[in-house]
């Protein structure tokens, strides 16, 4: 089945860094969600994005969702030793007419502290 | 107002057991999604389910692997005859009717001896 190229597969933050992380497709989406997972944890939803081009805030995080519906980033401002932990991007390609039906993931980017 | 439940978070069975899985949507949720997250890996979709219909199975595995949304009562993903390759985490997903955001429960870890 198809997955999303997410990217870097890691990387290491220290405290007050910016980090971006992004997604791509060879297909179109119609939304992109973007998760945190902790470890022995499900998927905590941090942001979701419904139209080309948007761009939206939840606290520190920002993302937005590409104009060619192929891409999408993450960005997180400022870091804090909470923000270690895996993300992960996902999206919608099909509809149910109504529901849009199953997710595909990324494999995550993991977020750890600099030695 | 609680999340998505599921039970057990922890389940070990042998070759050729069964395993349930059990997944309480959050409230007013009536779209479950079953996934399967193996170590390193993002989250693979197996079946979406509304309630006593099966909307969408064509992740799961045609044989052993199997699924319900009764009218009540938790979705349930059965497992008949484990083997080796089954053991993962298995997430639930609820999202409400017309709903794009689905919200995840804890997971069950699968381990087959």
């Known amino acids: 089945g198809q997955q999303l190229n997410q990217s870097p597969q890691s990387m290491f933050i220290q405290e007050g860094e910016d980090v971006s992380m992004n997604c791509t497709s060879s297909s179109i989406f119609n939304t992109w969600l973007w998760y945190k997972q902790d470890p022995g944890e499900g998927p905590v939803l941090l942001i979701a994005l419904y139209k080309a081009g948007e761009l939206t805030s939840n606290g520190r995080l920002t993302a937005q969702f590409g104009i060619t519906r192929k891409d999408s980033f993450l960005n997180i401002s400022a870091s804090i030793p909470s923000d270690v932990g895996i993300y992960f991007c996902?999206?919608?390609?099909?509809?149910?007419?109504?529901?849009?039906?199953?997710?595909?993931f990324g494999k995550g980017t993991k977020l750890s502290v600099k030695p | 107002n609680a999340g998505v439940m599921q039970n057990p978070r922890h389940l070990v069975r042998r070759r050729g057991q069964e395993a349930r899985l059990r997944c309480s949507p959050m409230k007013g949720h009536s779209h479950v999604y079953w996934y399967r997250q193996l170590p390193e890996e993002g989250l693979k979709f197996m079946v979406y389910?509304?309630?006593?219909?099966?909307?969408?199975e064509s992740g799961m595995p045609k044989e052993r692997f199997s699924a319900e949304f009764p009218k009540e009562g938790p979705s349930i993903l059965r497992i008949q005859q484990v083997v080796r390759g089954d053991s993962a985490a298995y997430f639930c997903a609820s999202s409400p009717p017309f709903g794009n955001e689905q919200f995840f429960g804890p997971g069950t870890r699968l381990t087959v001896l």
């Open positions: 389910l509304q309630k006593e219909n099966i909307i969408d």
């Open positions: 996902a999206g919608h390609q099909q509809n149910y007419g109504g529901s849009q039906g199953n997710l595909i």
